[in-house]
């Protein structure tokens, strides 16, 4: 199955790395952040849905076709290859919507590169330390890439992580492999991406990112409970939590069409 996305990739050189990047449509730019291990082409169900703005997405370092750093970085690393990137396409200030582990990525982009960031959405992520925990089957499931790398682990484990409506209807499943499986992470870059998030928190600091926020969560997500939606929202001085009836923690890929209206009506207010 076909993304029925073009991204025009290309790769660009961001804080050492070579990174893959995709870009698509034409309008006020929103950079998207993907979660752990994802390659920027899952983005396609939700991509297909947002009109009148530029899509920017990349692989993170490890990811994708992007290249992995000699070592891991921690979330500030992170956060100043994504302002390099910015800076190496020429784009000044965006807004940014980050989803899991991507969400965690745009909060501290947002705390350390605050004037990069007009508008802010997290979806399906959490502050970090301090936050709700994953349901202990899915953070088993979430420390392996192992779902990325064979369909049958994919069919195993990914209704475990994700609950909500993939879990709910299996056929779902096909429609996610092959974008998931077509270009897995690096072994040892997810092992990274683990690294960056391991100890780290939002919380000490929250109440100083004045962004305007949009915090979405699914209301089954077994990988990233409501919970954790809920203290983002209290904690961020100009956010707001809209929360996806039934949804999972995969509700951009899997419901896309239940979310994409309150994004885009967040985004188009000035």
Not at 41 to 68: H, T, Y
Request: net charge positive.
């Amino acid at each position: 199955m076909g993304s029925g996305v073009d991204w025009n990739p290309e790769f660009v050189r961001a804080g050492g790395l070579r990174l893959r990047v995709g870009r698509h449509g034409a309008g006020r730019p929103l950079l998207l952040i993907t979660g752990i291990g994802a390659n920027l082409d899952m983005w396609a169900p939700f991509a297909r849905l947002v009109g009148d703005r530029e899509l920017i997405a990349f692989d993170p370092p490890g990811a994708g076709l992007s290249q992995r750093p000699r070592r891991p970085l921690g979330m500030r690393g992170l956060a100043g290859v994504v302002r390099e990137l910015l800076d190496a396409l020429g784009l000044e200030r965006v807004d940014v919507l980050g989803y899991s582990f991507g969400g965690a990525l745009a909060q501290e982009l947002a705390h350390r590169a605050p004037d990069r960031v007009r508008r802010l959405v997290l979806c399906a992520t959490a502050p970090g330390l301090g936050g709700t925990p994953p349901r202990p089957l899915a953070a088993l499931m979430l420390a392996s890439p192992a779902r990325y790398y064979h369909p049958r682990l994919l069919a195993l484990s990914l209704p475990h992580v994700a609950g909500g409506r993939t879990a709910r209807e299996p056929g779902l499943l096909g429609e996610q492999a092959t974008a998931r499986l077509a270009r897995p992470p690096d072994a040892l870059g997810y092992a990274y991406q683990l690294y960056a998030v391991a100890g780290w928190s939002s919380l000490p600091w929250l109440h100083r990112v004045e962004h305007p926020s949009l915090i979405v969560a699914g209301e089954e997500d077994p990988s990233v409970p409501l919970g954790n939606g809920r203290l983002l929202a209290s904690r961020l001085p100009n956010a707001r939590l809209h929360v996806v009836k039934g949804g999972g923690h995969l509700f951009l890929l899997d419901e896309p069409q239940n979310v994409v209206g309150a994004i885009s009506a967040f985004l188009d207010q000035d």
